[in-house]
């Protein structure tokens, strides 16, 4: 009973993880493309193939997932999964330990983990692997019961292929973002305002005298007067910034609407009746004919503010531009261009530019 319990759990955990990321699977390659830049693997090699690595990854999760829950090939299933689990342990240890990826993007965005309880999470789910590998090591799979199982999993992988090309060719299927339709910016602006994370400079001090050590938060450096005894040094390199009180937390955070010159214009455009908004995060890798395309009809709307917003300074030459970071425009979108309609703050359609095109056509 323990045994099956065990395996169901563990197989139900990791079809989640690779439902949820297969539904926006765009967002989990961006996420690796975090792991092979230069601040983290510096891989960038890699970085043109994040999304066939990212399928690749999600492809085995799911697959891997139903064939411990349905009991296929148990034994090269369980050796499969642990491998995979090293493998995700190893990643999640260095963002941890390294503090280079603040989100691993094991469950997409439907739940933020942070690197150190991603890690836990990997460590527990390897050590549930291990016993369920001890405990059926003497296992032989009967072989009359593949005619059933494998037509389900074919079936299975068939739903997911679906649902993973629909989160690439179009927007995903299930939105978990922050930014998803029907979100007030202006009121999750205001609570994040309203409810601020809090942060705190700490100093590691030096005894120039004993070579005692200690660690100190800013107002303690001051009212213990610290600083005025020579004896203490501040050691260099050491200092940090450390959350105190986590505040409300969103991506929306990261919205900042600037001209080119740098004037935040982020307040007037959530205030619009009505404003639309094309994004590109990536100019270069744009296709130019649907850029254009999507300017010009963007030019005959003449009761609504348009705004192109993107990378680069001069990228639009029919609508306004406006610059945004292109971390901070992937929270917002997957398609390279995509289209976002606000209606006093509030996002009432968001769509690929593709998509957009056709549905304005109609």
């Not at 792991?35 to 690749?56: G, R």
């Not at 499969?80 to 689990?85: E, G």
């Not at 400079?201 to 213990?224: A, C, P, R």
Request: with cysteine; charged share 25%; proline share 3%.
């Amino acid at each position: 009973m323990i045994k099956r319990l065990l395996r169901y759990i563990i197989a139900v955990i990791f079809i989640a993880s690779g439902f949820v990321k297969a539904v926006d699977l765009k967002g989990f390659s961006f996420k690796l493309e975090e792991y092979f830049s230069p601040s983290v693997f510096n891989l960038p090699f890699f970085e043109q193939y994040a999304l066939e690595l990212a399928t690749i990854v999600v492809v085995l999760e799911l697959a891997l997932g139903f064939m411990l829950l349905m009991k296929i090939k148990l034994k090269a299933t369980l050796v499969a999964l642990i491998a995979l689990c090293v493998f995700f342990g190893f990643l999640t240890f260095y963002s941890a330990f390294y503090n280079v990826v603040t989100d691993c993007g094991c469950f997409g965005d439907a739940m933020k983990m942070t690197p150190w309880q991603s890690f836990w999470k990997d460590i527990a789910l390897l050590v549930g692997l291990l016993i369920l590998w001890l405990l059926n090591k003497n296992y032989h799979e009967k072989t009359d019961l593949g005619c059933v199982k494998m037509p389900v999993l074919g079936i299975f992988v068939l739903v997911m292929t679906y649902v993973m090309y629909r989160g690439i060719t179009h927007e995903p299927l299930i939105d978990f973002r922050a930014y998803k339709i029907g979100t007030d910016l202006n009121a999750e602006r205001q609570r994040i305002e309203q409810d601020p994370s809090i942060y705190k400079t700490f100093y590691s001090l030096k005894n120039s005298k004993t070579g005692e050590v200690k660690k100190v938060d800013q107002d303690e450096y001051i009212n213990k007067n610290y600083w005025k005894d020579e004896t203490w040094q501040i050691e260099e390199g050491k200092t940090t910034s450390e959350i105190v009180k986590q505040g409300y937390d969103s991506e929306i955070k990261k919205l900042k609407l600037e001209t080119p010159t740098g004037e935040d214009k982020t307040t007037e455009i959530l205030n619009e009746p009505k404003a639309i908004l094309v994004f590109v995060y990536k100019p270069k890798e744009a296709s130019t004919q649907l850029v254009a395309e999507i300017q010009n009809m963007m030019m005959h709307e003449r009761a609504v503010k348009v705004y192109g917003v993107s990378t680069q300074p001069d990228f639009f030459n029919k609508i306004p531009n406006l610059m945004m970071d292109e971390i901070a425009i992937k929270t917002i979108a997957r398609s390279n261009p995509f289209v976002m309609v606000l209606e006093k703050g509030k996002i009432v359609e968001k769509l690929g530019a593709k998509d957009y095109l056709k549905e304005y056509k109609k």
